[in-house]
């Protein structure tokens, strides 16, 4: 169900359905912006260039890059030097939230975490021994 935002970039009052996050007139600004930027990056010497060579050379905002790289409209496959920010550390990844070496550790400390339980469990196991007398012998 659609419901009435103000436009993050210009602050109008539109109806905001899910499909895009600005009013249809930033939308537009927004899709020559990136016209720009992709006739800037199809040119063969441009293909290589990072984030701030973009800016440097187009004008662009570093957010509306990285939004277009997690939105999947300029693909890393093709421009292998974009990305956008990982959520954890801020270095570039260009798939989910976190980067390669965020990722890394997470499970690193994950792999850690669980062998620190499993031996707590061990030890409580070992202390928790239980011996049996029987009482039925004379």
């Avoid at 930027?37 to 890059?65: D, H």
């Avoid at 850690?112 to 029987?134: C, G, I, P, S, V």
Wanted: charged share 30%; with cysteine; hydrophobic share 30%.
């Amino acid at each position: 169900m659609a419901e009435l935002r103000n436009c993050p970039t210009c602050e109008d009052i539109f109806n905001f359905t899910g499909a895009r996050e600005v009013c249809a007139k930033c939308t537009m600004d927004e899709e020559k912006m990136f016209e720009e930027v992709y006739r800037f990056l199809r040119r063969r010497g441009n293909r290589s260039a990072t984030i701030e060579q973009i800016v440097e050379q187009t004008g662009m905002s570093k957010s509306l890059l990285h939004n277009w790289v997690r939105r999947g409209r300029l693909q890393p496959a093709l421009f292998p030097n974009l990305g956008y920010p990982c959520n954890s550390c801020g270095g570039l990844t260009n798939k989910g939230k976190l980067c390669d070496r965020c990722t890394t550790d997470i499970k690193k400390d994950l792999k850690t975490f669980e062998a620190a339980q499993a031996f707590r469990e061990a030890q409580e196991k070992r202390n928790k021994l239980t011996y049996h007398l029987d009482r039925n012998k004379d």
